[in-house]
């Protein structure tokens, strides 16, 4: 599991999130992720917010550098260096 501190929190289910933990994603998560379509944005947003346990509309909320530090620690567990 990794935390990551978001330098600019969100609410999410009418609490403030200051950071996410992520599990490491399972096969499972990537069906998910795939049948969020064909758009590289929506699928990262289904992927992460699967891994954090959040609402993909929470994880919307979220500042873009966060998300792309968000974003390539997921890319890191799948061995890539970028989700876009």
């Avoid at 933990?21 to 499972?28: A, E, M, S």
């Avoid at 990537?30 to 509309?57: T, Y």
């Amino acid at each position: 599991m990794e935390e990551i501190k978001l330098e600019h929190p969100i609410t999410a289910d009418g609490q403030e999130v200051q950071s996410l933990k992520l599990r490491r994603p399972k096969v499972r998560d990537l069906e998910v992720m795939e049948a969020a379509g064909d758009r590289d944005i929506a699928r990262s947003v289904s992927l992460i917010a699967n891994l954090a346990e959040v609402s993909p509309d929470a994880l919307r909320e979220l500042d873009a550098g966060d998300f792309m530090r968000v974003s390539e620690t997921v890319a890191g567990f799948l061995g890539q260096k970028s989700l876009t």
